[in-house]
C-alpha cells in the first residue's frame, strides 16, 4: 500500500475560500477582522512564525500587526501590552508567540488574554469549555488535525484513535476533539511502555512528540491514518516530522507531511478562529 498524501498547503485553501463570504459580509458591516501577535525579543524562528501568520491573514483580507517588545521587557510591560490590545476593538484576536524570557510567567501572559480574543485557545476556560463538550475558541493545531482528517472522509466513530503527546496545546484538546466525535482514545507519553503496541493497533495515529523518526513504518497499522504534528528542526537546518515519512508511507492509507502537513493546517485555524472571534464580537456589539 502507499498512502495517500494528506496536503495541508491544499486543505489550507480550501478553509481559506471558505472564509472569503464570512470576511465579505463582516467587512460590509464595516468591520475587518484584526489579529495581533505579541512578539517578545527577536528569534529568527519567531519571526518566521509571525510572518506566515501574519501573511495567511492578508490573504484572506484580514488586518494583522504585530506588537513587538524586546527581549529584557518585563512581565508587567507584556502584561500591559496584553491588556491594552484586550480593550482595542479594531483587534478580535490576540496570541503570545512562544516561548517567552525566562523570567516571565508564561502562563500569567497567556490568562490574561480576554477570552473572546483568545484565538489560541490556551486560556483555562476556553480549554475547560472544551472538556465539557462545548467548545468556544479551539486550540488551532488540534482543529487543523481534525480539519485534515474531515477532509480525507476518515471515520472516526468507532476508531481506534491513538495521540503520541500530552501537552496542553496539542495532545490533550486533540484527545478531547477525537473522542467528543466517537473515538476509542489512547493517549501516549515519554512514559509508555511499547509505543509500538499502541500505535499498530491505531485507525487513526496522531504523533506529537517532538522527536524525529519516532514512529516508523513497522509501527503503523496497515491503512491506518497518520497525521504528523511534529517540527523538528534537523542539524541540516533542515525541518523534519515525527514520523519517517518513506518507511510510514508504505504502509498507512494517508499520511501527512512535514513540512506542508499540519503547520500550513495551523496557520489556517488561527485565522479561522479570529474570524469566528470577529462575527461573535460584532454580533455581542449589535445585541
Ligand atoms: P511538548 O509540550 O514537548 O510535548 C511532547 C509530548 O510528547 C509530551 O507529552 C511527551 O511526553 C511526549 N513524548 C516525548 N517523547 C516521547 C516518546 N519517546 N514516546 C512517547 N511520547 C513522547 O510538545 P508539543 O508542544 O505538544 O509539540 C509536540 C511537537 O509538535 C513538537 O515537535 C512541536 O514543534 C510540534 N508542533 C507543531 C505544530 C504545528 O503547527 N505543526 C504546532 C504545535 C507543536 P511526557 O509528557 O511524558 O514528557
New binding site residues.
Partial sequence: MTASVLDGAAIARQVFSGLESRVAALRAAGVRPGLATVLVGDSPASQVYVRNKQRACEEVGLHAQVRELPADCSESELLAAVEALNTNDAIHGIIVQLPLPRGIDSQRVLQSIALEKDVDGFNWSNLGALVDGHPRLVP??PL?VMRMLDHAGIALEGRHAVV????S???KPLALLLIARGATVTV?????PD?AAYTRSADVLVV????PK?VTGDMVKPGAAVID????RMPDGKLAG?VDFESAKAVAGWLSP?PG???R??VAMLVANTVLAAERQSAARCA
Fill in positions: 488551532c493545531t487543523g503520541i503527546g500530552r501537552s496545546i496539542v495532545g501516549c507519553n515519554s512514559k509508555t509505543l506529537a512528540a517532538g522527536r519516532l504534528v511534529g517540527i523538528n515525527d512535514v502537513g499540519v503547520g493546517m495551523t
